[in-house]
């Protein structure tokens, strides 16, 4: 017999067999939601299908949009370049060497119109990864939508919204933690009576895991700011149950298969606690929606094409661990942004899910396994543990100002590390059964030339728009930042006067400083 010992990527104990529960299982659509937020799941509604896309300049992603549109795609999901996500406009010095690279420009509404040009916004969701300017983009979306003639009420997407994950993983924040908050809880608020349909938030665990957490901290580390967002809204007297409808979860799942579906089901189960002990008594209020996206720093750029693999194990977890959406990656994502047959067999992948595999007949078809019930339990139980001791720091806020959270994911992110070099964590093509050539040469490229386009796009805007307007829009924004006003009215009226995002961001930076 062998002495090794089994454990999932977060350290718990896998036993060789399992052979009892040790508890009854629960009904789905039902409290505390660990089986699904519905009771029928995917036979009353697939999940949402998106494609994650945005490059160079608008026009351009506006024709992979209108391409993953005719594959099949269900919602649209943009990604946007360094400059938007840090609030400078293209033609700034910092954005020089980044523009249209890690995702889309947008340096205004100008730029947002082209981007959804032939694309009805009340007939779509759109999810946009944005953070620290998420309120100005947000601003930009409502803004074209009342052009096109939507109905406001009725549109629905998905901002991310989320500062705090990016103090501890990601690095794309400006302005202080507090006035971070304040921005993020004004947008709350405004959308609540503005833009009831909108998901406000969402709070992001993906980031967390690709800077090296383990799915235990994702969980944990997530649900704690998930929890400190709760409390900041409450603190302005906004009201849970109309609120936290609205926040909405983006997880990473990676290839430890079943540790993967035990993370869903206990975060729906943990969620559903936290909200109800902060006073949430409507149930929709307690429900954790989430996206999935598979996990970008699984793939290797050594046999890129096993990542086609890696995805669609993936893309199953997440399903039977019962998402509302998903995200699959390109094959060739190590290499260069996806091409445009990746991300084809990306969508490809869930559809193939969804309609071959036969998972989606019945809801969370693992539920009373006993090995699976028994891993929800534990995840669940470790990453308690981590919320109990942000708790007893004050809350995320404090955690993440004194390093904690960015301490524990460093640690972890280096574990792994050593695992694959000391090859005691197998990397199928990287540290075993490895060769000499990698069989791909189709790779995407973005040109440098898009920073002059978009310069000279934004010399032109500046040019044709009512200056006197745009100076008295910021001012006005500038006074309300001063003051306890919401935000959102100004950064709206500031974007349909055609104010740049960098404009905007500047009048911020002024009043509130940067972290």
Not at 326 to 354: C, F, M
Request: aromatic share 8%; charged share 25%.
């Amino acid at each position: 017999m062998s002495n090794k010992k089994f454990t999932t990527t977060s350290g718990i104990e896998i036993k060789e067999v399992y052979t009892k529960l040790n508890r009854p299982v629960e009904e789905p659509g039902e409290f505390p939601y660990t089986r699904g937020i519905q009771k029928d799941m995917y036979r009353g509604r697939l999940w949402t299908m998106r494609q994650y896309a945005g490059f160079s300049t608008a026009e351009e992603s506006n024709k992979r949009y209108h391409y993953l549109l005719k594959q099949g795609t269900m919602g649209l999901s943009v990604a946007f370049d360094l400059p938007t996500q840090i609030g400078y406009d293209s033609d700034h010095e910092m954005s020089e060497g980044e523009v249209g690279k890690v995702g889309v420009a947008i340096d205004s509404l100008k730029d947002m119109e082209i981007l959804f040009d032939g694309i009805e916004l009340q007939k779509i969701t759109t999810s946009m990864t944005i953070n620290s300017t998420a309120s100005i983009l947000l601003a930009m979306y409502i803004a074209l939508a009342k052009k096109q003639g939507a109905d406001i009420r009725e549109i629905s997407g998905t901002i991310q919204n989320d500062i705090l994950k990016e103090y501890a993983a990601r690095g794309t924040y400006i302005y202080p933690p507090k006035h971070s908050m304040r921005i993020i809880t004004d947008i709350f608020e405004y959308c609540s009576k503005e833009v009831p349909k909108w998901n406000t938030i969402s709070i992001s665990g993906y980031h967390i895991r690709e800077a090296g957490s383990t799915a235990v901290q994702e969980l944990a580390f997530t649900l704690a700011n998930g929890k400190a967002y709760l409390n900041a809204a409450l603190e302005k007297g906004l009201d849970i149950n109309v609120f936290a409808k609205r926040l909405s979860f983006f997880f990473n799942c990676h290839n430890n298969f079943f540790e993967e579906i035990a993370k869903f089901r206990a975060a729906r189960r943990m969620w559903a606690k936290i909200t109800k002990d902060l006073g949430a008594t409507d149930v929709k209020a307690q429900m954790l929606r989430f996206h999935t996206q598979t996990g970008g720093s699984t793939l290797t750029a050594q046999q890129p094409l096993n990542n086609v693999i890696r995805v669609t194990n993936q893309a199953m977890a997440a399903v039977l661990g019962g998402t509302q959406s998903l995200h699959t990656n390109g094959y060739d994502e190590a290499l260069s942004l996806p091409t445009e047959a990746a991300a084809k067999i990306a969508l490809r992948t869930q559809q193939v899910i969804a309609f071959e595999s036969g998972v989606t007949d019945t809801v969370d078809p693992l539920a009373g396994s006993f090995f699976v019930e028994n891993l929800t339990d534990e995840i669940e139980t470790a990453a308690q543990l981590y919320i109990d001791k942000i708790d007893a720091m004050g809350g995320s806020v404090n955690a993440i100002e004194n390093g904690y959270i960015q301490n524990e994911i460093a640690a972890s992110a280096y574990d792994y590390q050593v695992e694959v070099e000391e090859a005691t964590r197998i990397i199928v093509g990287v540290n075993k059964f490895t060769q000499e050539k990698e069989g791909i040469n189709d790779v995407f490229t973005i040109d440098e030339s898009i920073r002059a386009i978009q310069s000279d796009k934004l010399q032109k805007l500046k040019s044709e728009r009512n200056n006197e307007a745009v100076k008295k829009a910021l001012l006005n924004l500038s006074e309300a930042a001063k003051n306890t006003d919401n935000l959102m009215p100004f950064i709206l009226s500031a974007v349909e006067e055609y104010a740049t995002l960098g404009e905007i961001a500047d009048v911020l930076r002024n009043v509130f400083g940067e972290y």
